[in-house]
């Protein structure tokens, strides 16, 4: 049971290059934001988001996150290649069967020429909110109880209607996505020092992919942004450390 | 009225959803490129939009739409929106005040977090040479610095699998202010209904003439030299202007020569002398025109409001039932506020026009008895009314046992408010009401009114006789709430209030008919609070229409014919169905 941290995108030190629609450009695929898309104007049914480094790289996983690869029954996959030419799958074809985030991992060796590949099946093309690829953050420590799986974090606000008789008359809910607690606990002080800067970092500037145990449940994982004010490790004794993450989070986009 | 807000509005568990749209303007050109002619090196563009543009000749005007939804919700896959609404929207309902004109405003607040943004906004952001800095609204507020009275519009309704914006429900207003960042990085935007632009310091009729003699203008003379400036003509011929506070007709217009001048008219004197340079303002005069068709020539013709907001068809049924005789012979001598002129004659020809935001029209409804036979719905503590919501109180604030009505007035140009300046009076009184076994008091309203000429009595009778039934008895108000599920009744619609909390003489439930006056959205798409005033129901009286004469016979009717047509029976037994003869009282 291991939790990772999926941060680390190198799709903005690449040169990425997609066909794009007006609006719907191949940046706002790595902004971080769960409103832009990035969205292909080519009308074949496979399709591709390429990027190319100076030098190659180092991946052990990929996100995508805010998709709608799911309406249309679409797959998708990333690539690496060598030369450019020759394209090898990083993990197996993902067929999503909701808008959950996907997280996978997988092992490559380093290469300069990476892509994600898109077999559209529906009328339309997807829309891809956020992609990701790179090396990811293992944490040190299993997730302890009490916890709750956050597919299972619904942060929900309920309005019932009662009539004057008391009688059942309506319900309305306004969704506010997921809440999570990321804790972790009993930690060697020295993977604290190595490790904090990079994690305050990036919980200050942008989202991450979170999966608490990925070997089990990979449909588990989420999408999601520091909620709160910064957390801080401390010690908990005179030779551990401990830090919680309150995080609001994107699994599942529900609708009637 | 339809179901405002869908079959969805049934679910349990609907999930809330609202959205916003502002119009503002930008320029579909490219800079740089023809019909564009700037100059300038690469990461200097403008932002497309008029407060940037450095070629402004050939700006080309587009409508840009924003659009924003809230910022805790799942967002619609591919739904070009800004999640940065804050908070519920707050909803300001229009409130219908009988027979004061226009009523209050309705109006909405929206309040947004500011954020930052990689500014994709910006046409040219790729060639930028620094990265945009800042953020989302300050931008904006540099970019877009005009936006009074553009169409902001605001969805609520629920979320939907696809999503389709078809599927909401619309209110529509215009807006008022943008204002913000404040001491919490929070913008607001607020928009008021078509109305507002009707406010006396923004729209006016007539419409201010900027015209003046050159020469001194004599008693007896019948020709007047004038200048004008070019924005501001008069017709050709055949209209009213006003010097010096006197009226006067034009036969013909030269350009600079007023001739076939008629002096001191509707009542004016003619003048000794008005000087050089004397200010000359054209009149607004109604021949003998139905009221519908004067607010209809006010709100297009001077208050600038688009005829799409109207349903003439409307207003015309309610017309050709309550309004046919009601014609205005008037002049305006001076520009007045539009908002004032329609509640003049509102007051005084007794009827009521408000803004339906989520029809996006101007209705318009004549003060009537016919209500009570109509057949409104009923809503009861079981079924309809939401827990600890219902609250009843009497409410005399606006009640009138005495009515007293000038009417033919002398001098336009004299004081509106000076019984002096009025032909006719006519005073209509309910007795009953004022008695020691009733109220004991009177309460008495005057209204002058510039409206009514001195020989339309019969009109004024029958106004007044409308405004005392309405307004002598019985005056409740009515506050309740309801659940989405039930939201088929909106503003100015009769309803049946059956409430524990209303009981007759033997303590029996009993029920109270009411005009719905006021609408809040207190939880959009969830729970809306109402306002209404009864409606007095004066036993034994009841009012019909004289029937078409294809009605059948009464036993041959229809339970709607029964209710509004006038039928005669044989004047002792009750008709074949059992139903109790008309009497006329």
Request: contains cysteine; negative net charge; charged residues 25%.
């Amino acid at each position: 049971m291991t939790a990772y941290l999926g941060f680390r995108n190198l799709i903005p030190e690449g040169t990425v290059t997609a066909a794009e629609m007006e609006g719907f450009e191949k940046e706002n695929a790595f902004d971080w934001f769960t409103y832009t898309w990035w969205r292909t104007n080519e009308s074949q049914q496979t399709f591709r988001y390429h990027v190319e480094f100076e030098a190659p790289v180092n991946v052990n996983y990929y996100g995508v996150a805010a998709h709608n690869l799911n309406v249309g029954g679409d797959n998708i996959r990333l690539q690496y290649s060598l030369d450019n030419i020759d394209w090898v799958d990083f993990a197996p074809i993902h067929w999503p069967e909701t808008n959950a985030p996907i997280f996978v991992l997988g092992s490559a060796p380093a290469a300069q020429y990476w892509r994600f590949t898109i077999n559209q099946f529906g009328t339309e093309p997807p829309y891809l909110g956020v992609l990701s690829f790179g090396e990811i953050l293992e944490l040190p420590e299993g997730i302890r109880a009490p916890f709750t799986p956050p597919p299972a974090a619904v942060n929900d606000e309920i309005y019932n209607m009662e009539s004057a008789t008391g009688q059942f008359l309506g319900r309305s809910v306004e969704r506010f996505g997921y809440k999570i607690d990321i804790k972790q606990d009993q930690l060697d002080p020295n993977w604290i020092r190595e490790n904090w800067y990079e994690i305050a970092q990036m919980l200050s500037t942008q989202a991450f992919f979170y999966s608490w145990n990925q070997e089990e449940y990979p449909d588990d994982a989420v999408y999601a942004w520091l909620d709160d004010k910064m957390p801080i490790p401390k010690y908990t004794n005179s030779i551990m450390m401990e830090f919680l993450i309150k995080a609001r989070a994107l699994h599942l986009i529900r609708w009637f | 009225m339809p179901d405002l807000m869908g079959p969805e509005a049934k679910k349990i568990g609907r999930q809330l959803f609202y959205m916003v749209e502002i119009d503002l303007e930008m320029c579909s050109n490219v800079y740089g490129q023809a019909p564009c002619t700037a100059t300038g090196p690469v990461s200097t563009e403008c932002f497309n939009c008029w407060e940037t543009c450095v070629d402004k000749e050939n700006y080309t005007q587009i409508t840009k739409t924003f659009r924003f939804v809230p910022n805790n919700i799942n967002l619609p896959i591919g739904l070009d929106a800004y999640p940065c609404i804050s908070k519920f929207p707050e909803i300001t309902p229009a409130e219908m005040e009988q027979m004061k004109g226009i009523g209050t405003r309705g109006a909405c607040k929206i309040t947004f977090s500011d954020f930052e943004y990689h500014d994709h906004l910006d046409p040219y952001w790729r060639t930028r040479q620094q990265p945009a800095g800042g953020t989302w609204w300050g931008r904006f507020r540099a970019r877009w610095p005009y936006y009074k009275e553009r169409p902001l519009r605001l969805y609520v309704g629920y979320a939907q699998d696809p999503f389709d914006v078809e599927n909401m429900s619309l209110r529509l207003y215009f807006i008022e202010n943008i204002s913000g960042p404040n001491s919490k990085n929070q913008m607001t935007i607020t928009g008021k209904d078509i109305l507002k632009s009707l406010s006396d310091d923004r729209r006016s009729a007539p419409t201010v003439s900027y015209a003046w003699t050159t020469e001194p203008l004599t008693p007896g003379e019948t020709q007047i030299d004038y200048e004008f400036d070019a924005d501001y003509p008069f017709p050709a011929g055949d209209f009213w202007i006003e010097i010096g506070e006197e009226v006067c007709h034009v036969t013909t217009n030269t350009g600079t020569t007023l001739t076939g001048v008629t002096r001191g008219a509707w009542g004016t004197d003619e003048k000794e002398e008005h000087d050089i340079e004397s200010a000359i303002q054209e009149c607004l005069f109604f021949d003998s025109v139905n009221i519908i068709d004067v607010v209809f020539d006010l709100l297009v013709n001077y208050g600038g409001v688009d005829p799409a907001y109207i349903p003439f068809t409307d207003w015309e049924a309610e017309r050709d039932v309550w309004l046919l005789a009601n014609s205005i012979y008037a002049i305006l001598a001076k520009p007045q506020g539009i908002d004032q002129i329609i509640s003049e004659l509102c007051e005084q020809h007794a009827f009521n026009i408000w803004w339906d935001e989520t029809k996006q029209e101007i209705k318009l409804k004549a003060v009537s008895p016919e209500t009570l036979n109509a057949e409104p719905p009923v809503f009861n503590d079981v079924q309809h009314f939401l827990k600890d919501s219902i609250d009843i109180r009497d409410d005399d604030t606006n009640q009138i046992t005495q009515l007293w009505l000038y009417f033919g007035v002398n001098d336009p140009t004299e004081s509106l408010t000076d019984p002096g300046n009025f032909q006719r009076l006519l005073v209509a009184r309910d007795f009953d009401a004022e008695s020691s076994n009733e109220f004991g008091i009177p309460r008495i309203r005057k209204i002058y009114s510039n409206w009514l000429a001195f020989n339309q009595e019969a009109l004024a009778r029958t106004i007044v006789d409308r405004i005392l039934v309405k307004s002598s008895k019985n005056q409740k108000k009515v506050k309740f709430a309801l659940d989405a599920k039930d939201i088929d009744i909106w503003l100015g619609d009769n309803i049946v209030v059956h409430s524990r909390k209303i009981q007759g003489p033997d303590g029996r439930y009993a029920q109270l008919q009411t005009t719905i006056t006021k609408v809040t959205e207190k939880i959009p798409g969830t729970r809306y609070e109402f306002e209404g005033a009864a409606i007095p129901f004066v036993p034994g009286v009841r009012y019909i229409f004289i029937t078409f004469n294809d009605w059948p016979d009464y036993g041959n009717a229809t339970e709607a014919q029964k209710r509004t047509g006038f039928f005669i029976s044989d004047g002792e037994n009750a008709f074949p169905d059992g139903g109790e003869p008309y009497r006329i009282s």
